[in-house]
T-cell receptor, first 114, second 112 residues
Framework: DTAVSQTPKYLVTQMGNDKSIKCEQN?????MYWYKQDSKKFLKIMFS???????INETVPNRFSPKSPDKAHLNLHINSLELGDSAVYFC?????????????FGPGTRLTVL | GENVEQHPSTLSVQEGDSAVIKCTYS??????FPWYKQELGKGPQLIID?????GEKKDQRIAVTLNKTAKHFSLHITETQPEDSAVYFC???????????FGAGTILRVKS
């Protein structure tokens, strides 16, 4: 059973398009995250939700809009895609909010903007 | 906010040798220090963590040491094997903070 799953695994699109990435966790966790990993492998948090409430928004452009319909799902919608948005996006979850609990990462979505 | 520096950025070792990766953190209030391993094409996975009330923790071939005074912590892998080849990330979190801050990662290559 996959603990944290993301779809799609690969996403290739043109500049200016709008796209969504979906994430689901079956661990029963209360907290979910979106991370961006750039070409140099640097891993940076974008958003965090706890019980469907936004608790972290790390100065991400307004073009990125997360949505958590329930505790098990956290989706990421990106408007007007730019070249600089090309990266691997990871979803993660943890039992507790804050940074002091084990985070379980999904397999990642590689976004390529042409 | 918290800042975590990680060295080296790449590390090549011969199979069977030891590997050491070091990290420093800036906020003395940080009290949780996990290490994640990321294999090619996969998401990071926790391999070991340490909290500020202990100085060392071991799990088979891996160990983590923490020096709170100097604000640095290290990952030690003994008897390295080819399957240890991956990117390793250190991270730090404040006890009452809201996020984990990651180091820049170390690419470990174990040559057989």
């Amino acid at each position: 059973d996959t603990a944290v799953s993301q779809t799609p695994k690969y996403l290739v699109t043109q500049m200016g398009n709008d796209k969504s990435i979906k994430c689901e966790q079956n661990l029963g966790h209360d907290t979910m995250y979106w991370y961006k990993q750039d070409s140099k492998k640097f891993l940076k948090i974008m958003f965090s939700y706890n019980n469907k409430e936004l608790i972290i928004n790390e100065t991400v452009p307004n073009r990125f809009s997360p949505k958590s319909p329930d505790k098990a799902h956290l989706n990421l919608h990106i408007n007007s895609l730019e070249l600089g948005d090309s990266a691997v996006y990871f979803c993660a979850s943890s039992r507790l909010a804050g940074g002091t609990d084990t985070q379980y990462f999904g397999p990642g979505t590689r976004l390529t903007v042409l | 906010g918290e800042n975590v520096e990680q060295h080296p950025s790449t590390l090549s070792v011969q199979e069977g040798d030891s590997a050491v990766i070091k990290c420093t953190y800036s906020d003395s209030a940080s009290n949780y220090f996990p290490w994640y391993k990321q294999e090619l094409g996969k998401g990071p996975q926790l391999i070991i963590d340490i909290r500020s009330n202990v100085g060392e923790k071991k799990d088979q071939r891996i160990a983590v040491t923490l020096n709170k005074t100097a604000k640095h912590f290290s990952l030690h892998i003994t008897e390295t094997q080819p399957e240890d080849s991956a990117v390793y990330f250190c991270a730090a979190a404040l006890e009452y903070g809201n996020k984990l801050v990651f180091g820049a990662g170390t690419i470990l290559r174990v040559k057989s």
